[in-house]
């Protein structure tokens, strides 16, 4: 019986990386279906859970992605409320590839600290989807985190959100642009420092955070010129700069990719898998151990 996996994007057009990455991680066929809203989801689903008997339907599976990782949230949600008893397939959420990108920079700064418990973690543009999910995963974990943004209010909103759906140690400082970076890292003084801004935006100058007393690791996640962090290559990984351990791009982008693979893998394998940060971070521990 052929692995089929249904591809709701809430973009028009759906994301063709998602759909390479989907078969290569072992479907057999993708349905892609663009331009997804709420309402349109139980069908959908409906078309999933009714055409396989229960034992076969770990062989059906549902993907939900777009650019957008609160609709994406909506859209888990509606397809968690289409499924009852036996008739369940596995999901995955990983809206802008914002779970597995914020799950595969988490487990490299873990493994690059061993224990983020306690560690004071700032990282710059939290309010993004990867920032959101990487600053709840690490405030989970027991980090000191804080988030900057540009504007107050949509910092606080971001904070708030992270530590309703998280928990732990979150706070907000407003970081307007590259200029006000020293200043920042000298308010938190942070051990680790991360980077989730968007593409082509230098956030943290060099002489910001080169040699700075304290600072452990510095991971970003900007693979377009200029970089986030200034002095940090898209390679690096755990490469030794000015005494801190650092990660670029694409140094975490290929374990990123395995972590997504893997968790397609793992659809296929019940019909009642649901994979959201959390249990993607889970899955990545083991695949990095």
């Not at 939900?64 to 289409?82: F, P, R, T, W, Y």
Request: hydrophobic residues 45%.
């Amino acid at each position: 019986m052929k692995k089929l996996l249904l591809q709701l994007d809430s973009n028009r057009v759906p994301s063709a990386f998602d759909e390479v990455v989907a078969h290569d991680g072992g479907a057999d066929a993708v349905m892609q279906r663009g331009g997804v809203t709420e309402g349109d989801v139980r069908d959908l689903m409906y078309g999933c859970i009714f055409t396989r008997g229960p034992k076969d339907l770990r062989n059906t599976a549902v993907f939900i992605g777009g650019n957008d990782m609160s609709v994406g949230e909506k859209l888990l949600a509606a397809a968690q409320k289409a499924v009852f008893g036996p008739f369940r397939v596995s999901m995955m959420l990983d809206s802008n590839g914002s779970n597995t990108t914020a799950v595969a920079a988490v487990v490299k700064i873990e493994r690059a600290v061993r224990d983020v418990r306690g560690r004071k973690v700032l990282v710059t543009a939290g309010t993004g989807p990867v920032g959101l999910r990487a600053a709840g995963l690490l405030a989970k974990a027991g980090a000191h985190v804080t988030i900057t943004s540009r504007r107050d209010e949509e910092g606080e909103r971001a904070r708030s959100n992270i530590q309703s759906r998280f928990g732990g140690d979150v706070a907000m400082v407003c970081m307007r642009n590259a200029s006000e970076a020293a200043h920042v890292l000298d308010a938190v003084r942070p051990e680790i420092l991360l980077n989730t801004g968007p593409a082509g935006v230098l956030l943290v100058p060099r002489d910001a955070w080169s040699k700075r007393q304290g600072l452990v690791v510095a991971c970003d996640l900007n693979a377009v010129p200029p970089l986030g962090i200034e002095g940090i290559e898209v390679n690096d990984d755990a490469k030794g700069r000015d005494d801190v351990t650092t990660f670029g791009a694409i140094g975490v982008g290929g374990f990123k990719m395995k972590v997504h693979k893997a968790c397609i893998a793992r659809l296929f394998e019940r019909n009642d898998a649901l994979l959201d940060a959390e249990s993607i971070a889970e899955l990545a521990q083991g695949l990095q151990a």
